[in-house]
């Protein structure tokens, strides 16, 4: 069986920094994975491009379309195209591969729309068993009411996908009062309430009280800081998706 981590998060969360990051660690680690290329993201990995079968500049100049637009019918191409294409390329990786998939930024692909979903379940089909890795900007944390969107944004991505799921709070490498988002890693239900009843108007407060009973109900209240200065907590990050995708199997991954 092989592995992949489907990074998925909002346009500027760090996911290309993650992804190069994440090959260069596992580089000096002697850790064996590939990272499909999109675009200008990573240089030296040994994956495919996704411009082999389209290109998005060539899509908006062609068709007139802008960037939203051009990237949708280039992610319905892919999807017209998983059978033949997609199954070629994955035909090249064994069985115990590590693959990792930066994807687009817009939140619509994760979020109700199913190219992403359709994607994953071939992954399966192929023996992958698949892991989403959320990002979110730590920046973005400077309020509880950005930190619930936030909440409901990956909850919307992991009930979308259906699969083992990790959140990263990323970039806290450029926090400069790491207090300001220290209280949003792995806060108390009550503590989310209170804050959010204290910024919203009074007549959102049944409004809140829910919100906050759906993401402690589905664990999503817990986030994973990384600094791109520590290559601990690359390994920790690596060992947490780890135990996702053995967590149902008893098994343990090579490399």
């Not at 390329?89 to 359709?118: A, M, T, W």
């Not at 589905?218 to 990384?226: A, T």
Request: hydrophobic fraction near 35%; charged fraction near 25%.
């Amino acid at each position: 069986m092989g592995y992949a981590q489907l990074v998925i998060g909002p346009a500027g969360s760090g996911k290309s920094t993650y992804c190069s990051s994440l090959y260069r660690h596992c580089e000096t680690m002697q850790r064996s994975i590939h990272i499909p290329t999109r675009d200008y993201l990573i240089t030296n990995s040994s994956g495919w491009e996704i411009r082999e079968l389209i290109n998005l500049d060539d899509v908006m100049e062609e068709l007139g379309l802008g960037p939203n637009g051009g990237l949708m019918y280039c992610m319905e191409h892919l999807e017209d195209n998983l059978d033949d294409w997609l199954t070629e390329e994955l035909d090249n990786y064994l069985d115990d591969d590590y693959l990792v998939f930066d994807c687009p930024g817009q939140i619509e692909l994760f979020s109700h729309v199913p190219v992403l979903r359709k994607f994953v379940e071939h992954l399966k089909h192929k023996n992958f068993n698949v892991c989403g890795v959320y990002l979110l900007d730590s920046q973005f944390m400077t309020d509880v009411t950005k930190f619930n969107s936030g909440c409901m944004a990956s909850l919307s991505a992991m009930i979308q996908l259906e699969l083992p799921h990790v959140n990263i709070l990323s970039k806290m490498d450029l926090v400069t009062n790491k207090r300001d988002v220290e209280d949003f890693l792995n806060p108390e239900p009550q503590f989310l309430l209170s804050e959010l009843d204290q910024r919203m108007a009074p007549q959102f407060a049944k409004l809140n009280k829910s919100l906050i009973e759906l993401v402690d109900g589905f664990s999503m209240v817990s986030f994973l800081p990384l600094d791109l200065r520590k290559e601990s907590r690359y390994s920790l990050s690596l060992s947490l998706i780890d135990r996702e995708y053995t967590a149902d199997e008893g098994e343990e991954l090579k490399g």
